[in-house]
C-alpha cells in the first residue's frame, strides 16, 4: 500500500513525506534549547522565539485557529490567539518554532510573497508530517525529555496519579492533556 523510504501513501492515494523520527526532532529541539541556554522549567517559549528571530504577536482568532507562522526575507511573525489559554498560547509558539525550524513552509502569493504554516483541522488529526513533527518539536520544547525524566525520577512519580500530573503540569506550565500524551510516549520509548 505504501511505498519504501521516506514517504508513504495515505488519504484516498495522496503521496505524503514520513515524519522526522522522534530522536532527530528531540536532537534539533536540544540543540535550541542549549544554544538559549534553558536550564530549568517553564522553558520562556517567547525567548526561543525571539532567539529564532520571529516577533510574537497576540491576536484574537475567530474559529479554531491558535496560531500561524509568517516569514519572508526580513520577518518572522508567529501569530498566537489572545483569547486561548496560556498554556495553549505557549505551545503554539512552541509549535511555531518547530515550523520556523524544520520547515521551509508554504508560499503564498499575496502582494509580495511570503510564507505560512498555520494550526487547522487536519492537524488536530494528526495527519499532516509537517504538524506532527512541529507538535513533537513543541512538546521537546516546552518538556524537555532530560527534565522530564530526571523530574519523573527524582519526585517518583506516579503517572497514574492525576493529582500528582497535575503539580507537574503546572510547573511546566502546560495541561495536563500535554503532560499525559509527553509521559505516556517517554514510557512507550523506554518499554
Known amino acids: 500500500m505504501g511505498r519504501q523510504g521516506s514517504f508513504r501513501l495515505i488519504n484516498k492515494g495522496v503521496l505524503m513525506k514520513r515524519p522526522k523520527t522522534v530522536e532527530t526532532i528531540r536532537k534539533e529541539a536540544e540543540a535550541l534549547l542549549k ?15 525571539q532567539a529564532l528571530g520571529a516577533r510574537i504577536r497576540y491576536s484574537p482568532f475567530d474559529g479554531e485557529l491558535a496560531g500561524m507562522l509568517i516569514r519572508d526575507d526580513t520577518n518572522t511573525v508567529i501569530g498566537v ?14 509549535h511555531e518554532c518547530g515550523h520556523l525550524v524544520m520547515h521551509k513552509g508554504i508560499d503564498v502569493h499575496i502582494d509580495r510573497s511570503f510564507r505560512v504554516n498555520r494550526r487547522d483541522q487536519i492537524s488536530s488529526k494528526a495527519i499532516d508530517p509537517e ?9 521537546e520544547i516546552l518538556m524537555p525529555h532530560k527534565i522530564l525524566v530526571k523530574d519523573l525520577v527524582e519526585y517518583a512519580i506516579d503517572v497514574e496519579n492525576e493529582e500528582e500530573l497535575k503539580v ?3 510547573k511546566y506550565k502546560v495541561s495536563l492533556q500535554a ?12 518499554f
Request: proline share 2%.
Open 35 to 49: 544554544r538559549c541556554k534553558v536550564k530549568s522549567v517553564p522553558v520562556v517559549v517567547e525567548d526561543i522565539a
Open 81 to 94: 490567539n489572545s483569547l486561548h489559554h496560556i498554556n495553549r498560547q505557549r505551545f503554539t509558539i512552541a
Open 131 to 139: 504538524e506532527i513533527e512541529a507538535n513533537r518539536f513543541a512538546a
Open 168 to 170: 507537574l503540569a503546572e
Open 179 to 190: 503532560m499525559t500524551l509527553r509521559i505516556t510516549n517517554i514510557l512507550q520509548e523506554v
